[in-house]
């Protein structure tokens, strides 16, 4: 490998992801950046295809870590065309250029637990998706024009949590740090259901599968499910927070609000109308989401934890809750 390009570099995982690439050091590492710059980073909308060309030819990578999107579930509720502006064209910009441009490069993308509809749980590389929210929708169409270039993986995050140190830290885990070190009280639901991942562990597991050639699918995740509520009490307990400020409470109690358009995604409409893109900018890199349980617009799946034996079977063992939150704190910890 002798060349790596990491997309939304300036996000809560893709900057975790640049910052662990960089310090392997036995590759040029490139990072991108949108909205947030940050010194080393370059500046690229992926929804341009002259800047997504000028870049792939200036920085003429083997490898493409594409981290960027708009991340936040209820924000692409909102603003649905934005959202498939940053999350579908953007994609399909880079992987066009590869095809024509970048014979022998990898495309990796990171993808979600969201493509799911959470009716079952433990969810399969061969399980269907069937995505309920529009950041969900996106997301499955990028990673279908992802996978029908020959040289992709494809990784399926879930509940990401961790430190970063440039102050890009979005997630569960820190909305209930935050919370509760305010004294504020916390409503958790007890039956939504993720497996929450030590951004820490993405990077390495990636290099792995890559420098195994390994191409396809693949569910990279906390190895154990768990609800809400159950990460929240687990944080708590880690950070020496009050845990009696945290409230369970059932997801069946939120009525998600119908968006814009009538409660319909209209996907078919946008892949046809390209006129929003000149009018919209995507946010980029990792946008935070609502964690309030009463300010949830975009619906969320019940159950979307993934079963991780596929990458069990190639040697990849990913960090259990509790060593990740004690990784976190120290980490936050040597950050004073």
Same mark, same amino acid.
């Not at 979005?170 to 939504?192: C, E, M, P, T, W």
């Not at 951004?199 to 768990?226: E, V």
């Given at each position: 490998?002798?060349?790596?390009? #990491?997309?939304?570099?300036?996000?809560?995982?893709?900057?975790?992801?640049?910052?662990?690439?960089?310090?392997?050091?036995?590759?040029?590492?490139?990072?991108?950046?949108?909205?947030?710059?940050?010194?080393?980073?370059?500046?690229?909308?992926?929804?341009?295809?002259?800047?997504?060309?000028?870049?792939?030819?200036?920085?003429?990578?083997?490898?493409? #870590? %594409?981290?960027?999107?708009? *991340?936040?579930?209820?924000l692409c509720e909102q603003r649905q065309e934005e959202a498939y502006d940053a999350n579908v064209t953007g994609t399909r910009n880079l992987?066009?250029?590869?095809?024509?441009?970048?014979?022998?490069?990898?495309?990796?993308?990171?993808?979600? /637990?969201?493509?799911?509809?959470?009716?079952?749980?433990?969810?399969?590389?061969?399980?269907?998706?069937?995505?309920?929210?529009?950041?969900?929708?996106?997301?499955?169409?990028?990673?279908r024009a992802v996978l029908a270039y020959s040289r992709s993986l494809v990784v399926r995050v879930s509940s990401l949590y961790g430190y970063?140190? %440039?102050?890009?830290? &979005?997630?569960?885990? &820190?909305?209930?740090?935050?919370?509760?070190?305010?004294?504020?009280?916390?409503?958790?639901?007890?039956?939504?259901?993720?497996?929450?991942?030590?951004?820490?562990?993405?990077?390495?597991? #990636?290099?792995?599968?890559?420098?195994?050639?390994?191409?396809?699918?693949? %569910?990279?995740?906390? %190895?154990?499910?768990?609800?809400?509520?159950?990460?929240?009490?687990?944080?708590?307990?880690?950070?020496?927070?009050?845990?009696?400020?945290?409230?369970?409470?059932?997801?069946?109690?939120?009525?998600?609000?119908?968006?814009?358009?009538?409660?319909?995604?209209?996907?078919?409409?946008?892949?046809?109308?390209?006129?929003?893109?000149?009018?919209?900018?995507?946010?980029?890199?990792?946008?935070?989401?609502?964690? /309030?349980?009463?300010?949830?617009? *975009?619906?969320?799946?019940?159950?979307?934890?993934?079963?991780?034996?596929?990458?069990?079977?190639?040697?990849?063992?990913?960090?259990?809750?509790?060593?990740?939150?004690?990784?976190?704190?120290e980490q936050m910890a040597c950050a004073i």
């Amino acid at each position: 490998m002798t060349g790596i390009l #990491i997309t939304g570099a300036s996000g809560f995982l893709g900057r975790k992801l640049y910052d662990t690439l960089k310090a392997v050091g036995d590759m040029p590492v490139y990072g991108t950046y949108l909205t947030r710059p940050q010194e080393g980073l370059i500046s690229l909308d992926i929804t341009d295809p002259e800047q997504v060309r000028e870049v792939l030819n200036r920085t003429k990578p083997d490898i493409i #870590i %594409h981290a960027a999107a708009m *991340a936040s579930v209820d924000l692409c509720e909102q603003r649905q065309e934005e959202a498939y502006d940053a999350n579908v064209t953007g994609t399909r910009n880079l992987v066009r250029n590869l095809v024509s441009h970048a014979d022998g490069c990898t495309f990796v993308f990171i993808s979600t /637990d969201y493509v799911f509809d959470g009716s079952k749980g433990s969810y399969t590389e061969e399980d269907a998706p069937n995505p309920i929210n529009h950041y969900g929708k996106t997301k499955l169409e990028a990673e279908r024009a992802v996978l029908a270039y020959s040289r992709s993986l494809v990784v399926r995050v879930s509940s990401l949590y961790g430190y970063n140190p %440039h102050g890009v830290n &979005h997630g569960f885990v &820190h909305f209930v740090i935050s919370n509760l070190s305010s004294g504020k009280q916390v409503r958790a639901f007890y039956d939504q259901i993720n497996c929450p991942t030590l951004i820490d562990d993405i990077a390495p597991a #990636i290099l792995k599968l890559l420098r195994k050639k390994k191409t396809g699918l693949f %569910h990279l995740c906390g %190895h154990k499910a768990l609800s809400r509520a159950d990460i929240a009490l687990e944080t708590a307990n880690e950070f020496k927070l009050k845990a009696s400020l945290i409230e369970r409470v059932s997801i069946e109690r939120l009525s998600f609000r119908q968006s814009q358009t009538g409660g319909k995604t209209n996907l078919e409409k946008m892949r046809g109308d390209r006129s929003f893109s000149e009018q919209t900018r995507p946010v980029t890199g990792g946008v935070s989401e609502h964690f /309030d349980t009463s300010k949830q617009p *975009a619906e969320r799946p019940r159950n979307s934890s993934l079963d991780t034996s596929r990458i069990r079977a190639e040697g990849i063992v990913m960090h259990g809750f509790k060593a990740g939150l004690k990784i976190m704190r120290e980490q936050m910890a040597c950050a004073i």
